[in-house]
């Protein structure tokens, strides 16, 4: 078995907050429209925006004899992610050698940081990559459990295949959004409690779904399988994703095929791509499995990765309010399994497709990943601020965060954040 992971210590001469997601340990990837309207890839440290486009056009990845030419400018990180995690973790070392503390390269820091250097307020975060195909797990055994208890039977609420396959569905990757976009209320065919016939209607029952999602960052051809002791290699970042969903639509339509309409009305991610190499650190232990999982599903090591995240409901003006947390390291299925599964028929995968976890919930309630479990389907309603809320209302903003910590090093997501409009 491996041994603990460990963070090596790191400082930059650029001072930050001290509780920034955004630490010299993260460095993470994404795009932005700065203030002169041009789209560049860039990192952040603290509330600084780093633009890489700059960057690399004053030659400083010019190490790695590899033409990097057109990828710090493009709307997206695909063609970037493309390139292969040795020279896209090369430039991230590289970046993070340029901010330490005793860099000799960056003589005038203040001219460097002029030049380079970017308030995080004034850029327009873009969506991070071209979403080429977007599928969501099911993947916390405590939530697939609250599920099948509400809805089936609590005193056997996960299906014979639950313990033995990552469950997913194929969701829609045209109606992902980046932070900050704002969602209308879905509307569709609900069936009323005790009738026999639906009616058409704006969802009564507005939720969210506190996931993190993964890109993956190589093609497979189509035939192939990704071994689950090389996925990880496939996996080029993280993001928070909040997968909204209408309950009321779901439960009327998902059998047999599972969710259609409920799910692909909105989905909103955050806007940095934080790697697998700067969650490194944070590797954990995942449940034990139980029973046994076949051969092509077995992982050893430290698979799970230990991420707090919280869920904020902000009324319309008033202040936000915290209504869950949890952490990722109770996923009972890991990314390799999801990943190995997901391609051991032949499936073929891309750079860019987002690989949600499905929702995230803990063991106790306040843990639990969606309004469906916090309120136990709306019957125990929840405080938040003055009000309180069986599910979301229109012009809730909903605000997810993540960060991992340890040893004083401390590596986050920011926020995934979207506001709730009235019906169309
Ligand atoms: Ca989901």
Redesign the pocket.
């Given at each position: 078995m491996k041994s603990e992971p460990k963070t090596t210590q790191l400082s930059s001469w650029l001072k930050t907050e001290n509780d920034t997601d955004f630490t010299i340990y993260n460095i993470p990837f994404g795009i932005a429209e700065l203030p002169d309207h041009s789209i560049v890839a860039v990192s952040r440290i603290g509330d600084k925006v780093i633009n890489l486009y700059a960057l690399q056009r004053d030659g400083y990845f010019d190490s790695f004899n590899h033409d990097l030419d057109g990828l710090f400018n493009s709307p997206n990180l695909n063609a970037f992610i493309g390139i292969g995690k040795k020279i896209t973790s090369g430039v991230r070392s590289r970046i993070t050698q340029l901010f330490e503390e005793n860099t000799d390269e960056v003589s005038d820091k203040e001219a460097f940081s002029r030049k380079y250097l970017i308030s995080a307020e004034s850029v327009k975060m873009q969506l991070p990559v071209k979403v080429t195909d977007y599928t969501?797990f099911y993947s916390s055994i405590e939530h697939a459990g609250n599920v099948g208890s509400m809805f089936r039977d609590p005193q056997n609420p996960l299906l014979p295949n639950w313990r033995h396959l990552p469950v997913g569905y194929h969701g829609r990757a045209s109606s992902i959004v980046i932070s900050g976009t704002p969602i209308h209320r879905p509307k569709g065919q609900i069936l009323p409690a005790g009738q026999d016939t639906p009616v058409f209607s704006a969802t009564r029952m507005f939720d969210f779904?506190l996931?993190l999602a993964f890109v993956v960052g190589q093609n497979t051809e189509l035939g192939s399988s990704v071994p689950v002791d090389k996925a990880e290699d496939y996996i080029f970042g993280f993001l928070l994703f909040n997968?909204l969903?209408a309950r009321d639509i779901q439960s009327w339509e998902y059998v047999p095929l599972g969710p259609f309409l409920s799910?692909n009305f909105g989905s909103v991610v955050s806007p940095w791509i934080v790697t697998l190499e700067a969650l490194e650190p944070y590797r954990t232990k995942g449940p034990v499995q139980e029973p046994e999982v076949l051969d092509y599903l077995k992982t050893d090591g430290l698979h799970n990765f230990d991420i707090n995240l919280e869920v904020y409901i902000k009324p319309q003006e008033s202040e936000p309010s915290l209504v869950a947390a949890t952490n990722f390291k109770y996923m009972y299925w890991n990314i390799s399994q999801q990943l190995a599964h997901h391609t051991v028929n032949g499936c073929n995968i891309n750079i860019g497709d987002l690989y949600?976890s499905?929702?995230i919930s803990g063991p106790t309630p306040g843990s639990y990943g969606s309004l469906l479990e916090l309120t136990w389907r709306g019957k125990n309603k929840l405080k938040v601020g003055d009000t309180e809320r069986a599910f979301i209302e229109d012009y809730d903003t909903i605000i997810m965060r993540g960060y991992a910590s340890k040893e004083g090093a401390r590596v986050g997501f920011g926020e995934c954040e979207t506001t709730i409009l009235p019906a169309k």
């Open positions: 969501d779904e996931e997968d969903s799910k949600a499905g929702t």
